[in-house]
């Protein structure tokens, strides 16, 4: 297995964590329930590792993409960049996470209110990784990619034309 691999399999892990994190924090705000709290702040932190080791892979997944044929240096530049801001956020919500699990642990007053602001932050971050995933996605997968679609279409409009001949 290969950094390529290893990026394509952990740049769903952000995603996923944070989306599941979010569901599992409401819930265990409805149902107050502090252990819950804590499994969605774990769920935070283990995608803000997925995060950054889904960055530090992506030099590796650029290297061998870069070169092939149909692949748009600037859809992989627009994707590289976001990574950055994706990494960033994901980061802030494992560091907010411990913040919480801290706050929960000392019975803070203030634990209810860090649990409220945590649901925004998941929030954001989700976008934020989820739109990261779709411009990866944008790279290879020529179903997500308007570009890519456009090119099929005109393939095919150029062989329907030959067979028409």
């Known amino acids: 297995m290969n950094p390529t691999h290893v990026h394509l399999m952990i740049t769903h892990l952000p995603i996923f964590a944070s989306a599941l994190g979010l569901l599992v924090l409401i819930y265990g705000i409805w149902q107050q329930s502090t252990s819950t709290k804590i499994a969605a702040y774990g769920l935070f932190v283990i995608g803000s590792i997925g995060a950054g080791i889904a960055y530090l892979t992506g030099e590796e997944a650029e290297?061998?993409?870069?070169?092939?044929?149909?692949?748009?240096?600037?859809?992989?530049h627009t994707h590289e960049e976001a990574a950055m801001y994706a990494?960033?956020?994901?980061?802030?919500?494992?560091?907010?996470?411990?913040?919480?699990i801290y706050s929960i642990w000392k019975s803070m007053p203030a634990e209810n209110k860090i649990s409220n602001v945590m649901i925004l932050l998941a929030i954001v971050c989700f976008s934020i990784v989820a739109?990261?995933?779709y411009l990866g996605g944008q790279i290879r997968h020529s179903e997500v990619n308007p570009n890519n679609i456009e090119l099929q279409k005109?393939?095919?409009?150029?062989?329907?034309?030959?067979?028409?001949?």
């Open 63 to 76: 290297e061998t993409v870069e070169h092939l044929a149909g692949i748009a240096r600037s859809t992989i």
């Open 87 to 100: 990494l960033v956020s994901m980061i802030f919500l494992g560091l907010a996470s411990i913040v919480g």
């Open 131 to 133: 739109r990261v995933g």
């Open 154 to 165: 005109i393939d095919t409009d150029d062989e329907s034309d030959k067979e028409n001949k």
